[in-house]
């Protein structure tokens, strides 16, 4: 069960909720496609795939089926026969791992997947979900989503990072500080931008998809998460 403390309670008329990946903010789902991502020279068709895979940095060739795949949904099934062999601190480091996927959707997709972030204004961002109240949020009796949306926050403090003076320095990703973060036995490697030069007029051209006025925000949402936020998951 999550845990209490880190719960939110959101207003999807005022948020930008996402669910399917065909509707206009489904890009900010790790299922979506059209983002490709690479990995020590490895193609990589969704971050989903990728966040699966580093599961199981002891097992390559685990991590090729899922990287092979050609649907995220079925490279997320790939992986459940073997979540019982996860890295044995799969959940301490989960969150960093899944922050570091999405810097890297960013980085390779600097124009696209950017402009997407920035669309959506001040809002709070919600995964939708049907059963996973730790990376989303499920719709309540009262119609409101209640979770952790740990993926929504995430979403949301790369996108305060992007709208920063340093926002360039997205355009790099270090690998996660952990032990035996690998890729088919290779250590992971510092990512660069697949797109160079994207937004080089600066602030002007960040907004020029304008984003709709956001309400108010009841409730501030901190950054995350150093520590392990729930003893045990099944879904993510």
């Known amino acids: 069960m999550a845990q209490a403390s880190q719960v939110r309670t959101y207003d999807p008329a005022a948020s930008v909720v996402f669910l399917k990946t065909n509707e206009r903010f489904g890009g900010l789902s790790n299922m979506a496609p059209g983002f490709p991502l690479r990995v020590n020279g490895v193609r990589i068709r969704t971050s989903e795939a990728l966040y699966q895979a580093c599961r199981f940095p002891h097992l390559p060739d685990v991590q090729r089926r899922i990287i092979d795949e050609h649907s995220p949904m079925t490279a997320k099934m790939r992986s459940k026969p073997f979540r019982k062999d996860s890295r044995p ?98 250590p992971i490697e510092t990512i660069c931008a697949g797109e ?27 950054s995350l998460f150093d520590q392990p936020i729930i003893a045990r998951d099944q879904n993510g």
């Open 89 to 186: 601190d799969w959940e301490a480091v989960r969150v960093k791992i899944m922050r570091w996927c999405l810097r890297v959707k960013l980085a390779q997709n600097w124009k696209e997947f950017g402009r997407l972030l920035l669309a959506t204004g001040e809002r709070p961002i919600v995964e939708q979900s049907r059963k996973d109240e730790f990376w989303g949020a499920k719709v309540a009796e009262d119609g409101s989503l209640i979770g952790m949306n740990v993926l929504g926050r995430l979403l949301m403090e790369l996108r305060e990072q992007l709208k920063g003076d340093s926002a360039e320095n997205l355009k790099s990703v270090e690998p996660v500080l952990i032990p035996e973060f690998l890729l088919l036995q290779r």
């Open 196 to 222: 160079v030069g994207i937004w080089a007029s600066g602030v002007e051209s960040r907004l020029s998809e304008p984003a709709d006025r956001p309400p108010p925000q009841k409730q501030p949402q901190p």
